[in-house]
């Protein structure tokens, strides 16, 4: 018998051999065929300058015919690694890169990916790309050479050395993904590259993990004394474009601003007069976050102008209540209606004061804020001010010109409807988001980039323990959950409370996520027993009537938890996913006891999903 079990393993693995070695050599004659014949249709994702929203550039993003297994760039370039044709296969992506860039026109710099060893090899210095360069009529010098994090380099001093031939024909260089693979701090010092691509991991918690702020913060500061300019990838959200902003990056990228397109020309790209909300679940400045749409377009004042010129246009306008004053388009001051009232209601103000220039009365210190402001930020701003000054209007600036000016009673209408719109969508119970708001934000992720988990989450045998104890504590049992699920939150990790004894949770798909949930059903399993009355407890659960009115035993209560590891753009919908996870949650609850279904099948990826309103 064990000879027999023994033969049939190794034939088993003869036979998987076989098949691998199959598959490489189709992979090979795929490969091989799309070298050819230039099979290659580049992708151009928009960078952008995030104080102007002014397109910077565009990285190009290789791809094979959609029919074709290599489609995606891991594939394509998993398979020439591996077959040693890394260089035939870049050739072919550098040339059809620029020769549509140049077709299309697009603006700014041609952010080309480049394996570091193929930078190295001599081949790749024969000035090959210099010479596409010239045929699509492009400057070097709007070219950047992005070094990918694929391979780890051994050889420092060799590829500086390449580094610095590439910069005599005018290229630039960038290191990609900060912090992942080969591109660590060593890199950043040795090569000086002109940018610094962060990596996705840390730009995603910037807006509520202190250590990834810190750690950028840190980067940026660096990058400052070597004369580099740092790149945000994976902006996805209007809080990460808030904190990016705040930390003093300049360049961003990812699907907040612009999905890889062949065309990119027929996106529309908003520009300076349209700026990328930074706050709230929407990208356009419509959203409830938004200060702009609170600016008041009041003509200001010049510095120069005689004060009894200034108080004229008050004593016109009894709803005039400031003025600020403002001197080649910057501000400079304000100028407040109590305060030039009052100063000219003294006797022989306007005979004696009357000619001189405002700037001698305004006031010097107004709160001036830029035009990206989030608006919880603007209120936080708004009430420390002193007393004397808690209502004054707030003047907004658009790259350091005057823009407007926001009245404190219309910022505090604003906040009060958000904090009641919250509360309409939230859960009444826990507090936690409701129906609406997971939607939303199912959606939200599903458009992004990055893998994540949706876990739906159900007590076993509530209905039981609820009829048995009562409202009160089948209360308490659901806010014991809640608590657990608040506990076990991380990074940009999202619960949401469906309602009942349903929950949904949304994390990043990092590793050891499955060992959490895990203890995560433990913990929730340790504590609900404190809900039970003693004797129970020692019964091993209670008896009570089941749904057919026949008295039952139920065993203590218990989690069934779906998950379904989603992949972007693989579902059409937020239903689409909710309903594999809810099915993976029914397979879970067959089993007594905590239960953990994974959904482990493979989804193929569908068309991008239409954003939402």
């Given at each position: 018998?064990l000879?027999?079990?023994e033969n049939?393993?190794?034939r088993n693995?003869?036979?998987?051999?076989?098949?691998?070695?199959?598959?490489?050599?189709?992979n090979?004659?795929?490969?091989?065929?799309i070298i050819?014949n230039?099979?290659?249709?580049p992708f151009?994702?928009p960078?952008?300058?995030?104080?102007?929203?002014?397109v910077?550039g565009?990285?190009?993003?290789?791809?094979?015919?959609?029919?074709s297994?290599?489609?995606?760039p891991?594939?394509l370039f998993?398979?020439?690694?591996?077959?040693?044709?890394?260089?035939e296969?870049?050739?072919?992506?550098?040339?059809?890169a620029?020769?549509?860039?140049?077709?299309?026109?697009l603006?700014?710099?041609l952010f080309?990916?480049?394996?570091?060893?193929?930078?190295?090899?001599?081949?790749?210095?024969?000035?090959?790309t210099?010479g596409?360069?010239?045929?699509?009529?492009?400057?070097?010098?709007?070219?950047v050479?992005?070094l990918?994090?694929h391979?780890?380099?051994?050889?420092?001093?060799e590829l500086?050395k390449?580094?610095?031939?590439?910069?005599?024909m005018?290229?630039s260089?960038?290191?990609?993904?900060?912090?992942a693979g080969?591109?660590?701090?060593?890199?950043?010092?040795e090569l000086?590259?002109e940018?610094?691509?962060l990596?996705?991991?840390f730009?995603?918690?910037l807006?509520d993990n202190?250590?990834?702020?810190?750690?950028v913060?840190?980067i940026?500061?660096?990058?400052?004394?070597?004369d580099?300019?740092?790149?945000?990838e994976?902006i996805?959200?209007?809080?990460?474009?808030?904190?990016?902003?705040?930390?003093?990056?300049?360049?961003?990228?990812g699907y907040l601003?612009?999905?890889?397109?062949?065309r990119?020309?027929?996106i529309p790209v908003?520009e300076?007069?349209?700026?990328?909300c930074?706050?709230?679940q929407t990208s356009?400045c419509a959203?409830?976050?938004?200060i702009?749409n609170?600016?008041h377009?009041?003509p200001?004042c010049?510095?120069?102008?005689?004060?009894?010129?200034?108080?004229?246009?008050?004593?016109k306008?009894?709803?005039l209540?400031a003025?600020?004053?403002v001197?080649?388009r910057?501000?400079?001051g304000?100028?407040?209606?109590?305060?030039i009232l009052?100063?000219?209601?003294?006797?022989?103000t306007?005979e004696l004061?009357g000619?001189?220039?405002?700037?001698?009365?305004?006031q010097?210190?107004p709160l001036?804020?830029?035009?990206?402001?989030?608006?919880e930020?603007?209120?936080e701003?708004?009430?420390?001010r002193?007393f004397?000054n808690?209502?004054?209007?707030?003047?907004?600036?658009?790259?350091?010109e005057y823009?407007?000016?926001?009245?404190?009673?219309?910022?505090?209408?604003?906040?009060?409807r958000?904090?009641?719109d919250?509360?309409?969508?939230s859960?009444?119970?826990?507090?936690?988001?409701g129906?609406?708001?997971?939607?939303?934000?199912?959606?939200?992720?599903l458009?992004?980039?990055?893998p994540?988990?949706?876990?739906?989450f159900?007590?076993?045998h509530f209905?039981?323990?609820?009829?048995h104890?009562?409202y009160?504590?089948g209360d308490a049992?659901?806010?014991?959950?809640a608590?657990?699920?608040?506990?076990?939150k991380?990074g940009?990790?999202?619960i949401?409370?469906?309602?009942g004894d349903?929950?949904?949770?949304?994390c990043?798909k990092?590793?050891?996520?499955?060992?959490?949930?895990r203890?995560l059903?433990e913990?929730?399993?340790?504590?609900?027993?404190?809900?039970?009355?003693?004797?129970?407890?020692k019964?091993?659960?209670?008896t009570?009537?089941n749904?057919?009115?026949?008295l039952?035993?139920?065993?203590?209560v218990?989690?069934?938890i779906?998950?379904?590891?989603?992949?972007?753009e693989c579902?059409?919908?937020?239903?689409e996913a909710?309903?594999?996870?809810?099915?993976?949650?029914?397979?879970?609850?067959?089993t007594?006891?905590?239960?953990?279904e994974i959904?482990r099948?493979?989804h193929t990826?569908k068309?991008a999903?239409?954003?939402?309103a």
């Amino acid at each position: 018998m064990l000879e027999i079990g023994e033969n049939r393993v190794k034939r088993n693995s003869r036979m998987m051999a076989v098949h691998i070695e199959e598959q490489s050599d189709s992979n090979l004659s795929e490969l091989k065929h799309i070298i050819k014949n230039k099979q290659i249709t580049p992708f151009y994702q928009p960078l952008i300058d995030l104080r102007t929203n002014h397109v910077f550039g565009y990285e190009s993003l290789a791809r094979a015919p959609k029919t074709s297994p290599l489609h995606m760039p891991d594939q394509l370039f998993g398979v020439a690694r591996e077959h040693q044709m890394l260089f035939e296969t870049e050739r072919v992506c550098r040339e059809r890169a620029i020769q549509h860039f140049s077709e299309q026109n697009l603006r700014g710099k041609l952010f080309l990916n480049v394996d570091p060893y193929c930078l190295m090899d001599p081949t790749f210095r024969e000035g090959t790309t210099l010479g596409m360069l010239e045929r699509a009529h492009i400057k070097g010098s709007r070219v950047v050479i992005e070094l990918t994090e694929h391979s780890p380099v051994d050889d420092i001093t060799e590829l500086k050395k390449a580094v610095r031939h590439y910069r005599e024909m005018g290229f630039s260089i960038a290191l990609d993904d900060l912090s992942a693979g080969y591109s660590n701090l060593q890199l950043m010092a040795e090569l000086r590259p002109e940018y610094i691509k962060l990596d996705k991991y840390f730009i995603r918690k910037l807006p509520d993990n202190r250590v990834a702020q810190e750690f950028v913060r840190t980067i940026v500061n660096l990058a400052k004394h070597i004369d580099c300019t740092i790149i945000a990838e994976g902006i996805e959200t209007d809080e990460i474009l808030c904190e990016t902003r705040k930390l003093g990056i300049h360049l961003g990228q990812g699907y907040l601003i612009g999905r890889p397109e062949a065309r990119p020309d027929d996106i529309p790209v908003r520009e300076v007069g349209e700026p990328l909300c930074t706050h709230g679940q929407t990208s356009h400045c419509a959203g409830e976050a938004c200060i702009t749409n609170l600016i008041h377009k009041t003509p200001p004042c010049n510095p120069g102008d005689p004060s009894e010129q200034v108080l004229s246009r008050f004593q016109k306008d009894a709803r005039l209540l400031a003025l600020p004053v403002v001197e080649k388009r910057r501000t400079v001051g304000m100028v407040l209606r109590e305060d030039i009232l009052m100063h000219f209601s003294l006797p022989f103000t306007r005979e004696l004061h009357g000619k001189r220039p405002i700037r001698q009365i305004m006031q010097r210190n107004p709160l001036i804020v830029p035009a990206s402001t989030p608006i919880e930020e603007l209120s936080e701003l708004t009430t420390n001010r002193p007393f004397k000054n808690l209502y004054s209007p707030i003047i907004v600036d658009k790259e350091n010109e005057y823009s407007g000016l926001i009245f404190v009673h219309d910022l505090l209408e604003r906040i009060t409807r958000m904090k009641v719109d919250l509360a309409m969508e939230s859960n009444p119970l826990t507090r936690l988001p409701g129906n609406t708001a997971i939607e939303k934000e199912v959606t939200r992720r599903l458009q992004g980039t990055s893998p994540f988990i949706l876990s739906y989450f159900d007590i076993d045998h509530f209905k039981a323990f609820n009829d048995h104890y009562g409202y009160k504590r089948g209360d308490a049992m659901i806010g014991l959950l809640a608590n657990v699920l608040k506990e076990s939150k991380s990074g940009s990790c999202f619960i949401g409370h469906i309602g009942g004894d349903d929950f949904i949770m949304m994390c990043e798909k990092q590793d050891g996520w499955e060992a959490r949930i895990r203890h995560l059903m433990e913990t929730f399993s340790g504590r609900a027993k404190e809900l039970y009355d003693e004797e129970d407890i020692k019964a091993g659960g209670i008896t009570t009537k089941n749904r057919a009115g026949e008295l039952c035993c139920f065993p203590v209560v218990s989690l069934s938890i779906g998950a379904l590891p989603c992949l972007p753009e693989c579902f059409s919908s937020h239903l689409e996913a909710a309903e594999i996870a809810v099915e993976m949650k029914r397979k879970a609850k067959k089993t007594i006891g905590n239960r953990l279904e994974i959904d482990r099948r493979s989804h193929t990826p569908k068309k991008a999903l239409p954003e939402t309103a």
